[in-house]
């Protein structure tokens, strides 16, 4: 073991130091599994001090580093960088304080998303953002990539439920972001540093709002016999006036796949899905049903169906939930996408993924968040099959230039991490990039957190001096050392 890794020896036993290739194989990639990168060392961390310690080995030797839960970034955000640290966070997975009075709870980043909704349950309480990957994702991961979910058309991303985050910056100082109150003084660095890909440091505490639970939910399936026509409906719906706790739009192909999973009961004849689920107050909710079963009838729909009790609810969501998944039973190989559209654009862009799907000759299944237009085309693939890889890589940059094309985004919740760095020139100009690089060398002048991510090659640091004197969050009065 070189000395600088004996260095590392010293903070942690020889189990929570990885650095032999079979240990060090699994973090090769994360759920991108098209990128690989070797690092130098696993270290697995029990506690925010045997982090701050790491962070601060990294910044003594200029080792780059990457945070990284249980690896279910889509985007390649939790590639290791080659030769770098990876500093694994799930063995920091403790519920550190739950108050059902103020509705909060505090976390380590270790901690399972749909955990923190079993540990509120008994109080009346949940945590609303619910990704689909939510059994197994880390809170720490959905902070970093702002993670939204079925639910967010209603409630929003990780950012609206987020109040606070303890967090080691890149030269190893600890800062307090935010607080337990909703109401924020001065900027918004907690918002700054939510959805920033770890690229401004590791949170080793976060605290989340907890929401009660609804009182009563209304879940409607509808089936379609064209994808343009679920599209539509989800403008309808929009339209007259409903705001439904989530829409969700499945594709045949997704059907499907999930179908033959989970047996949710699916129409198997469906070219289309929509999903609608209303929540809230019972008199309210009972109003708000009546009101959208007019606008289904009205969209073309030639099949609805009601869940009529908590069971059918789960069967309809679990086929849902499993879509991404059980994609892999149609095909060796598939690249994810996450673009968003405008809800009104949204069967236009349906229709022209069809087309591009043909002209590419690959299948593309298509699962998404059809409220706020967010779209997860699944481009299947086979790998071993030369080129189909990279053609799968070319209708992937279509969809997303389609995406911005139509007055969207090129992400919605995956984040942009390796796999769409090369298109964020197509939303940002050259002034946007540069910006942004600042704000980051601000805080990380040597490029160490989560290095080679989100920003296009050609634009890493270039010997940028380290700041020296006050902190800048420090001289803005909104950032607290230990």
């Not at 939303?427 to 946007?432: K, T, V």
Request: proline share 6%; aromatic share 6%; charged share 20%.
């Amino acid at each position: 073991m070189n000395p600088a890794l004996s260095e590392l020896g010293r903070i942690y036993p020889p189990e929570r130091l990885l650095v032999q290739p079979g240990q060090l194989a699994p973090y090769e990639s994360d759920a991108l599994t098209a990128f690989r990168a070797r690092p130098l060392a696993v270290v697995l961390p029990e506690t925010a001090e045997e982090v701050v310690q790491t962070v601060a080995w990294c910044a003594r030797h200029k080792v780059p580093f990457v945070a990284r839960g249980s690896g279910t970034s889509l985007s390649g955000g939790s590639l290791p960088v080659e030769g770098g640290l990876v500093i694994g966070l799930n063995r920091m997975n403790k519920l550190l304080e739950l108050d059902p009075e103020e509705r909060v709870a505090v976390v380590q980043p270790g901690f399972i998303n749909l955990h923190v909704s079993n540990a509120a349950a008994p109080y009346g309480l949940y945590y609303a953002p619910d990704p689909s990957s939510q059994p197994v994702s880390t809170i720490g991961g959905n902070l970093a990539f702002n993670s939204g979910g079925a639910h967010c058309l209603k409630y929003g991303m990780t950012s609206n439920h987020v109040l606070g985050a303890k967090v080691v910056l890149p030269d190893a100082e600890v800062v307090e972001l935010g607080s337990q109150s909703l109401e924020a003084v001065g900027p918004d660095w907690l918002g700054l540093f939510v959805g920033s890909e770890g690229l401004m440091g590791i949170a080793v505490e976060v605290t989340l709002r907890l929401l009660p639970k609804p009182e009563k939910y209304h879940t409607v399936l509808a089936a379609y016999d064209s994808l343009e026509k679920a599209g539509n409906a989800v403008a309808a719906v929009v339209a007259s006036g409903l705001l439904p706790g989530a829409m969700e739009i499945m594709d045949h192909l997704a059907i499907e796949a999930a179908e033959a999973a989970v047996k949710a009961g699916y129409p198997m004849d469906a070219r289309a899905l929509l999903i609608v689920e209303l929540e809230g107050e019972a008199p309210e909710v009972e109003a708000e049903a009546r009101h959208l079963g007019e606008v289904i009838a009205a969209s073309g729909a030639y099949e609805v169906r009601v869940a009529r009790d908590a069971d059918e609810r789960a069967k309809i969501w679990k086929g849902r939930k499993a879509a991404f998944s059980a994609v892999g039973r149609l095909s060796p190989d598939y690249l994810v996408q996450d673009g968003v559209v405008p809800r009104s654009r949204l069967g236009q862009a349906l229709l022209e993924i069809e087309r591009l799907s043909q002209q590419y000759g690959l299948r593309v299944a298509n699962v998404f968040h059809a409220g706020d237009g967010n779209l997860h085309p699944l481009i299947l693939y086979d790998g071993k099959v030369k080129g189909q890889l990279e053609q799968a890589e070319a209708l992937a940059g279509e969809i997303l230039k389609l995406c911005v094309g139509l007055g969207g985004s090129i992400t919605g919740e995956h984040g942009v991490g390796m796999e769409k760095r090369a298109y964020m020139p197509a939303m940002f100009s050259e002034n946007d990039l540069a910006l942004m690089q600042r704000l980051r060398r601000a805080l990380d002048p040597d490029e160490l957190a989560n290095r080679g991510k989100m920003f296009p090659q050609g634009t890493a640091a270039t010997g940028a001096p380290r700041h020296s004197g006050p902190h800048p969050l420090e001289q803005a009065g909104l950032l607290s050392r230990e």
